[in-house]
DNA sequence: TATTAGTAAATGCACGTTCATTTACTAATG
DNA sequence: CATTAGTAAATGAACGTGCATTTACTAATA
């Protein structure tokens, strides 16, 4: 026997929660602004998620599917490899728009990674990535685009502390977009290992 | 004239609320917390910083004089420009024992860009950074530890991020120091601008 | 004794959490 | 079909806690 039916989804709520992280921060994200976003109560979250925590693990294990389903959507485009791996660059950053939303979502990130459990969503996350962009890095060897004597191994840790450093630094400085400043730092990593043209 | 002579210095008072940080990240460094850490009561830090947030901003303002002190030190070193660039970056981290560590003072700088009095003292940090790698990958030029036509404000760029994404992602994936990995990231950034011997 | 540093207790606020109650729906039952 | 029982979702008003801040007081110097 089915109850009420519930007026928002878990998923309406967890983007909510993004939202709110965004504008206003770890510190700002309270159960009450979660809660008014979706337009429901502090104590409802904590009955439908455990506790705060319970909430924050769901928006973690998240992150995680998400991650995996930017890759897929990456390797389906018909783009070069490379053109594909700016794309999922930028993509993964669709939550930013300003530079104090990066700072909100990063200083999230960090909290996160003093909880174990947190941690290892975190940590799941960044190893999608890394095994995206490195498919990306292999493929573009294939095609051409990149020499054939590339380590795509260690090309691929270069590649993931560009993208963590230009949000960082963009964050800090203001300067230009978010895209911009991941185009050019992906790409002064790569430009050693850019095949010439035959 | 002068009453009774403080017992604790405030500069011990800021290192204190930097070893709290780092261990209990930004949501730990409460005036308590501190207060304990140094054998005070958290009122009296309110009397003598105005307010909690008044702690902050001198905290912030002791970052922009230490990023400053760190850049003379690197200056007046006999080693080699490159070799004083990496301990630069190494010692700019010196408080970093530990991944969490790392990402609690990350946490830390990412709460102070939120606001705009102290984002104005993290921005001044970054860029008494960025001039003191400048100058000193000149000096690498004139020394010849690297290319003539090298374009030493592209590559300051190249080596703040490099820096920054070194300890975020050390701070995710953990894996080795992160002495190690800055260097490692320096390295891989100055490559293509080494100069052969002759 | 005048002046400043420090304390201890009190205040007020924001937050997560709990719980009795209400709401909205489904599934039996006559 | 109309009615009733059952159930899950949501509410709103508590409660307790942890925190920054205030206030009244004491301690230590010059």
Not at 76 to 92: D, I, K, M
Not at 161 to 170: E, N, R, S, V, Y
Not at 182 to 192: G, K, M, S, Y
Request: overall charge neutral.
């Amino acid at each position: 026997m089915a109850g009420r039916p519930r007026g928002v989804d878990d998923s309406v709520i967890l983007r909510a929660a993004v939202e709110v992280i965004g504008r206003m921060g770890p510190a700002g994200l309270t159960l009450a602004a979660v809660a008014d976003e979706v337009g429901l109560v502090p104590g409802t979250l904590v009955q439908r998620f455990g506790s705060k925590r319970g909430l924050l693990v769901a928006l973690a294990a998240r992150s995680v599917q998400d991650a995996g389903t930017l890759h897929e959507r990456a390797r389906e485009r018909h783009e070069s490899p490379l053109a594909a791996l700016r794309t999922l660059a930028v993509e993964s950053m669709s939550d930013v728009s300003t530079p104090r939303t990066y700072a909100n979502h990063l200083a999230f990130l960090c909290m996160d990674l003093t909880d174990p459990e947190l941690h290892e969503h975190a940590l799941a996350v960044h190893q999608a990535r890394g095994r995206a962009i490195e498919a990306l890095l292999r493929a573009a060897v294939s095609a051409g685009e990149l020499r054939d004597d590339t380590d795509t191994a260690a090309l691929t840790g270069s590649v993931q502390t560009a993208i963590a450093g230009a949000g960082l630094t963009w964050a800090l400085d203001r300067r230009g977009t978010l895209p911009e400043r991941l185009r050019e730092e992906i790409d002064t990593v790569l430009a050693p290992h850019i095949r010439r043209r035959t």
